[in-house]
């Protein structure tokens, strides 16, 4: 049995696309979940569907879609049972789509009304503080996205030195598991992580192999052998860029030393000195020579 095939039953929906105005102006459901039912919806009675299919209709990805259908069934608009055949094995998976969903409250949709939505003026929005505005919105963030933005802030403050070989997805991730070893140490994981990359002997994911390697370090089994020469190179390579450094240090101190004395009083009139003894013998008239 596949059981990413399911029957779609709904309980008292015409055979149209007519969606119910309560679910559309509800306040208290995402707009997510919204065309989620209202997508359930539009399908008739007899009508297989498959989750697959309903998450390559939306830009969103499997975890919003499956986001959205836990929000409806918890709304009461879905339910989900199985079936057992006549050997008592489940052969089928039944979604029910309700339309008769009882508002959240009576006061505000009385029944056989449709619920009205208020409109907020410009002052109320405008009076509204920048603390409770950054409050909504961290609310309406998904949890995951929360998480990656906060890898990031803390990526920018990592003193761990990668190679190119580790992406920097795997660098958010390995970093944030890092965070209780020291930075030493952190620092040698993440260079036998590297030395074990270039040598092929991560044959599955870098993560699970970087995390694999800090779990040794906190126990102490731990013993840098393939980050040697990662650690080697990296040194060569932070002495070359002191070097470097260096060396443009000193150029940009001889350069403003040049400007230093060229803007001096004195030099500036031995310039003009050289200068005009230079145009007196171009201008000396030409005398043969006589042999």
Known sequence: MNEAVFTVEQSGAPRTATVCLTLLRRADMSMRAKCFVAILMSHHSSYRLNMKALINQSLDGKDATYAALREAKRLGYVAIRRRRGGDGRFTEVVWTINWNVPPPSAQESPAGRVPRVQNPGFQTVAGTTQASIRETRSEEVPERLQQVVQSKEQQRSS?????????????????????????????????????????????????????????????????????????????????????????????????????????????????????????????????????
Not at 165 to 186: G, M, W, Y
Request: glycine share 4%.
């Open 159 to 291: 003193l761990i030195e990668w190679e190119p070989c580790v992406s920097e997805l795997q660098k958010h991730t390995l970093e944030i598991n890092f965070r209780d070893l020291s930075p030493d140490l952190a620092q040698q994981v993440a260079d036998e992580l590297a030395g074990c990359i270039e040598l092929g002997q991560v044959k599955e994911c870098p993560i699970k192999y970087g995390k694999g390697i800090a779990k040794n370090a906190r126990s102490g089994a731990f013993t840098p052998k393939a980050g040697i020469a990662v650690m080697e190179r990296r040194k060569k390579r932070l002495a070359e860029e002191r070097v470097r450094e260096q060396r443009r240090a000193e150029e940009l101190a001889l350069r403003a030393k040049v400007a230093a004395q060229m803007a001096d009083p004195d030099t500036q009139q031995r310039i003009r000195a050289m200068q005009k003894s230079v145009r007196d013998v171009v201008r000396e008239p030409h005398v043969p020579v006589s042999r």
